[in-house]
């Protein structure tokens, strides 16, 4: 009786891309397309056309050079940083002054 092989992906590490994009990230692009689809159609002649097809197509190559270089995940990580509420420590020192605060008067 044989035995039966299936091949295995070795480097779970590797992203998957898709025009040197994440799939978050066109994730990103596709809701702006349908945003955009929406909001052409208030809007008449060709500044509709350019809004329903050109912002999404030219989403994708800001996305590429924005993202050149940064680790998985920048975006979705981007986007948490800033809609959280900040954590600040209330057992934390306040910084001291290294001169004065009010000045007295020379008269």
């Known amino acids: 009786m044989a035995l039966d092989v299936t091949p295995v992906n070795r480097n779970l590490h590797t992203r998957a891309t898709f025009l040197c994009l994440e799939f978050e990230d066109l994730f990103l692009v596709l809701g702006l397309a349908a945003v955009t689809n929406v909001l052409s159609r208030f809007i ?18 800001m996305l590429m050079v924005f993202k050149y270089g940064k680790p998985r995940g920048y975006l979705r990580d981007l986007f948490f940083w800033h809609t959280k509420a900040r954590r600040y420590c209330a057992a934390a020192r306040g910084a001291t002054f290294s001169t004065t605060y009010l000045m007295e008067d020379l008269d």
């Open 44 to 61: 008449n002649g060709q500044l509709s056309v350019f809004i329903q097809y050109g912002v999404p197509l030219s989403v994708v190559p």
